[in-house]
């Protein structure tokens, strides 16, 4: 459902230009949770940025194609992505405190999504709601309003052109006062108001929250972590995307509390059927989600596979390197020799190879494409 | 805690500081050679005046007489102004409301056109529209308010006058409102009245006299407020929340006004309180200059009139209304920002200062001699209170070098002292400065001291250099690519290179010389028959018939004002007078507000709770307001005299902002890092706490350069600004005033606009500091 092909995308700053990705391929398919994982700054949140057109104002994307659903993406008009951010593409962050509004309340955040990507399903339920014998709030405080006013003038003044219209003022809204209670609440605001309400309490739900109106009624910090994540989790989900981007949705959380927020994500998945790009550097994460993982390294995917494929046997020198720097049961703990390189000035060729075991000459001139039916790896040196 | 408990929390809270400005107010009184004279009026007699001394216990003790102040306060019992003949207490009621009416149309139009401009400008952030924003809003807070008073009453009051209808000044149409239609004024709100008795007529005279004051009073404070709504801005839509809504879909739009403003209102909202008291003291100047029938008007007649006690009713009076605003501010600020913690500070030094204050108070009212005791319990507690934390803090002294906060006070001390010796001070005050060094000496020691440590460190000194350059290519990058920081520094050289140059781009006569250069040369020949400039500010080539070097023979560069003053000689060395106060009082302030700033900071607690609360009342108080009282109780308007009364108007201001830094700062993780690993207290803030609070003093203190010389020529402009022929720019804007009606203008423009363009250079500058300073808004 969503294929990327040599993205790359750019930062421009003072010391010069960053080339933050460099060619990232990668194929998601329909209903599977895909990883993304990698150090910090091999370029997985930008890639998820690029996706929804996020990126920060020093930064661009320079080439490649994006295709979601069959549609180019890179270049949709701005109307156009705002119907795919939250429409199409859900995002939940890595903090849920910061990414959260301090100052709206829960409902009034998701209620947007609702109204900005649900219309037709808020204006159905909208309709079914009986309207029933409450007065309009509003009608009824602006003829009090006017009312005395105008009673103001008409106690005060005498025969004169702003006299009689005091006067008309003054019967008219005591007219508009008594029969005000005959009037239906023909509002359609109130009663789509209930309705949103209604959505509301129901993704809240769907999230498995407990109590879900009196959250919906609160503001952010007086929640805990784990349920302002399943508020971003309910506020992504409102507006039924087919695709979710988890941008490291438990980083920032304990660890009880991530296990069940891996847990309602892979509960929700099944449930709606929908596709998850999980993008973190956990690969316990990774092992415990996912269906098939990429493996980033400095801006570039150099291996991309099953999940099990990847972890039982990694063909990358880099993935092996990662697994082995895991803590197990009958090994030492190893770690990858050299560091991350300078983005701003990359390795020529491969971007692994000042560092890796196995390069040889031409490592450091060629570039290395993704070889590979399903399972793709990009090493000059891997022999498929 | 319930809103109405803090919003009753907050107002008990108001009470101790409306006591400190009594005691600031009473204070100042003392300053005054008769104690009787604020009770007297012109048929006071001998005998009676002894009666007025017996009556309010004048003759007794400080602390009964301040008992009997206070009574006098509570009972409406403010004085006697000879200036309109009435008691102070009757003056405030009649004056007030044309003060209110006049601050509150002006905090509208502020309000409302700022914040829109702030959003826009950070939205279209280092476009060519914030850009010109910014320019706008810098111009705002860098052109004197009697300037522009004066040219919007020269353009569309005189003029154009005839097209637009707009009269010169007061409140309204005297013949309308009194004679032909009277209409009942129950609220004295003019623009509500005529409302409330549906006469288009009087709303639309109301409006007329009310729009060009407005206008020029909500100038200023709609400049600051836009920057700050602009900077809010920026901070907010760089947060993650923003992103979310942006990923949710919403419209920019939608991001901006719904997510965004909201967020960025909070920070702004808390400052407008401060920007009340902007108001009134801005109110002084442009009823001056409108004949607004208010209580600024008032007060400049009192002060010409040496009425004392119509200066202190009325330092009392707009702090009260500051504070007022302030609550408001803070009660709206609660019901805006969930988050606050309503009753988080809540504490028992709190409850006692209230009730102790409180029973002052209800004692005074009373006339109990309780009121006396009140007041030793107060004196003694907090006696008391200083004398055990001294103690505290020298039982804790284990090392020379936590002696460090005595010290630096004591530093401060002679340094502070040593700005204002100079030998030609009449200052009384000066006297007692003879054994402290001058400061220039004070200078050279302090940079052998730094020379010394640098060569005792050479080799550190040498490999610091080259990250160091590299530090400044970029700051210099940065700052070079911002047009407006580089037009703000040229402007400030220039101003700079002018008052070094002084003696050779406006050579003194010799008879100039031989009195002082600093006093310009009366010409009585031009006394009423004002000179033209020779030069016009659209073409730098002088007018036929203008020969002479400083064109002395048939006319003046810039003409001349009355009394015969050069224009031009007085901008070239009136900058020197600029440049003197302005150094002056920003150096004292900031190293006061420093000292004090970074100990309240640092140590926070009890410390912090005192410094706080005298801040709080100076700041209640206009700050011209307090310079105006402080230079009529002294009554002598000599320049020295001018810097001390600015100092105490800044001090506490400064100290505000660098105490929030370093409160910050020392939260920060890395100083709680510094202190785990055994860190001295002295060293966490040298080395951890102060050197990151510079950035924003050197931004603080550049910006207060522009804004010192605005306040001095305030002063200079009401007729404060030294003596009658010192070249002060103020004081040639006010000389031109008068002129305004017969069409010379250049008799006020070209000194409003010197001052314009010092204040303006330097708030550039400052605003290019702090972004090239601060490392957080690079990228």
Request: hydrophobic share 50%; with cysteine.
């Amino acid at each position: 459902m969503l294929e990327i092909k040599n993205l790359k995308t750019r930062f421009n700053i003072y010391d010069g230009v960053v080339k933050a990705l460099e060619g990232v391929n990668l194929e998601v398919k329909e209903g599977e949770i895909f990883g993304i994982v990698g150090e910090t700054g091999c370029g997985k949140s930008v890639t998820g940025y690029s996706l929804m057109q996020l990126l920060p104002r020093t930064a661009e994307v320079v080439a490649g194609e994006i295709i979601l659903d069959g549609e180019e993406i890179t270049g949709a008009s701005d109307s156009r992505m705002r119907q795919i951010r939250g429409g199409k593409i859900g995002m939940i962050f890595q903090d849920p405190l910061s990414a959260l509004n301090p100052v709206m309340k829960v409902k009034d955040q998701i209620s947007e999504v609702i109204r900005q990507h649900q219309k037709e399903e808020l204006e159905n339920r909208t309709e079914k709601i009986d309207s029933g014998n409450e007065r309009n709030p509003y009608i009824l405080w602006s003829l009090i309003f006017v009312s005395l006013v105008s009673l103001f003038y008409f106690l005060k003044l005498e025969d004169s052109f702003t006299d009689t219209f005091a006067k008309l003022l003054f019967v008219g809204s005591l007219v508009g006062y008594v029969f005000l209670p005959e009037m239906k609440s023909e509002s359609y605001s109130a009663r789509t108001a209930v309705a949103e309400m209604d959505m509301v309490v129901e993704s809240l739900r769907q999230v498995r929250l407990p109590n879900p109106s009196q959250v919906a009624n609160s503001y952010p910090h007086e929640l805990s972590g784990g349920m302002q994540q399943r508020v971003m989790i309910a506020m992504a989900l409102a507006g039924r995307p087919r695709l979710l981007i988890a941008d490291e949705p438990t980083t920032a959380l304990d660890v009880t509390i991530q296990s069940q927020i891996l847990d309602l994500l892979k509960k929700l998945q099944k449930e709606t059927g929908m596709t998850i790009l999980m993008i973190t550097h956990d690969l316990g994460v990774v092992a415990e989600m996912c269906d098939r993982v990429a493996v980033m390294y400095a801006g570039t995917v150099v291996e991309t596979g099953n999940v099990s494929e990847i972890f039982s046997n990694p063909k990358h020198p880099y993935t092996q390197g990662l697994l082995s720097a895991l803590p197990g049961e009958s090994k030492e703990l190893s770690s990858i020799g050299g560091s991350v390189p300078d983005l701003l000035d990359p390795p020529s060729g491969c971007r692994f190879n000042p560092r890796c075991p196995i390069a040889k000459a031409h490592c450091s001139v060629d570039v290395p494409l993704l070889k590979g039916e399903d399972y793709k790896v990009a090493c000059h040196e891997v022999k498929l | 805690m319930k809103l109405w408990l803090y919003v009753v929390r907050r107002l008990a809270l108001t009470v101790p500081v409306l006591l400190g400005v009594t005691l600031i107010t009473f204070a100042l009184s003392l300053g005054m050679g008769d104690p009787a004279a604020p009770y007297m009026t012109e048929k006071t007699t001998l005998e009676q005046r002894d009666l007025i001394i017996e009556q309010h216990n004048l003759d007794a003790p400080l602390p009964e007489r301040y008992v009997t102040y206070l009574s006098n306060i509570l009972h409406w019992e403010w004085g006697f102004s000879k200036t309109i003949n009435m008691d102070v207490s009757e003056a405030v009621k009649l004056k007030f409301a044309a003060t209110l009416e006049l601050s509150i149309l002006a905090f509208i139009i502020a309000v409302a056109t700022a914040i829109p401009l702030g959003i826009f400008a950070s939205v279209r952030h280092n476009r060519w529209q914030d850009h010109g924003i910014r320019l706008f809003a810098l111009i705002g807070s860098a052109v004197p308010i009697f300037w522009f008073a004066l040219i919007l009453k020269y353009w569309f009051a005189f003029k154009y006058g005839d097209i637009t209808n707009l009269p010169l000044g007061y409140r309204f149409d005297a013949i309308l409102w009194e004679l032909d239609d009277p209409i009942e004024r129950p609220t004295g709100l003019l623009l509500v009245d005529s409302i409330l008795a549906g006469s288009w007529v009087h709303f639309k005279d109301a409006f007329m006299h009310i729009i060009l004051p407005a206008t020029t009073l909500g100038y200023a404070s709609m400049a600051t407020t836009i920057r700050l709504m602009r900077g809010n801005m920026l901070d907010v839509l760089g947060q993650d929340y923003v992103r979310t809504a942006m990923a949710k879909g919403l419209s920019s739009t939608k991001v901006v006004i719904g997510h965004a403003s909201k967020n960025a209102m909070i920070p702004t909202v808390t400052l407008l309180g401060m920007g009340f008291a902007g108001l009134l003291s801005g109110s002084v100047l442009t009823e001056t200059i409108f004949q607004w029938p208010g209580l600024g008007l008032w007060t400049i007649q009192a002060m010409r009139n040496l009425d004392v006690s119509a200066i202190l009713g009325l330092v009392i009076f707009s702090a009260i209304l500051t504070i007022l605003a302030n609550l408001l501010v803070d009660i709206a600020y609660a019901y805006l920002d969930p988050r606050v913690d309503l009753g988080s500070q809540i504490s028992i030094t709190e409850i006692v200062i209230v009730l102790l204050s409180f029973v002052l108070l209800g004692a005074a009212y009373f006339d109990l001699s309780l009121g006396l005791v009140m007041l030793s319990v107060i004196v003694f507690l907090t006696a008391a209170g200083i004398a055990f934390a001294a103690a505290y803090f020298l039982s804790t002294v284990r090392e020379i070098s936590d002696l460090w906060a005595p010290a630096l006070l004591f530093g401060t001390a002679i340094v502070v002292m040593s700005i204002f010796k100079s030998p030609e001070s009449s200052s009384e005050l000066a006297n007692y400065f003879r054994f402290i060094p001058d400061f220039s000496q004070l200078v050279m020691i302090m940079l052998a001291i730094w020379i010394l440590s640098i060569a005792m460190n050479w080799s550190e000194f040498v490999s610091s250099l080259g990250p160091r350059r590299e530090e400044w290519k970029r700051m210099s990058y940065q700052f070079f690519r911002n047009p407006l920081a580089v037009f703000g520094l040229v402007m400030v050289t220039l101003l700079l290179l002018m008052a070094l140059f002084a003696p050779v781009l406006a050579p003194p006569t010799e008879a100039q010389l031989e009195r002082d250069p600093m006093r310009m040369e009366e010409n009585f020949e031009f006394n009423h028959n004002l000179q033209p400039p020779c030069i016009e500010w659209w073409s730098l080539h002088p007018l036929e018939g203008c020969t002479g070097e400083r064109g002395e023979e048939n006319g003046f560069i810039l003409g001349s004002t009355n009394k015969g003053y050069d224009i031009y000689y007085g901008i070239i060395w009136g900058s020197r007078t600029s440049l003197d106060v302005a150094v002056k009082v920003v150096f004292t302030g900031t190293f006061i507000a420093v000292v004090i700033g970074v100990i309240s900071g640092y140590y926070g607690g009890r410390v912090d709770e005192v410094v706080m609360r005298i801040t709080d009342v100076f700041l209640a108080i206009p700050g011209l307001v307090l310079a105006l009282a402080i230079i009529a109780v002294t009554n002598d308007s000599s320049i020295e005299n001018l810097m001390y009364a600015l100092i105490i108007v800044s001090w506490p201001g400064f100290t505000r902002i660098i105490r929030a830094e370093a409160l910050r700062i020392r939260k920060l993780p890395y100083v709680e890092a510094a202190r785990a690993a055994g860190a001295s207290d002295f060293r966490l803030i040298f080395v951890h706490v102060l050197p990151n609070c510079i950035t924003s003093i050197i931004v603080i203190a550049t910006m207060d350069m522009g804004g010192i010389v605005l306040s001095l020529a305030g002063l200079g402009f009401l007729g404060f600004g030294g003596g009658p022929d010192l070249a002060e720019w103020g004081k040639l804007v006010s000389f031109g005033q008068g002129h305004l009606l017969a069409g010379e203008t250049w008799a006020f423009f070209y000194p409003g606009l010197v001052i314009a363009l010092w204040a303006l250079g330097f708030y550039l500058l400052g605003d290019g500091l702090r972004d090239i300073l601060d490392p957080r808004q690079r990228d």
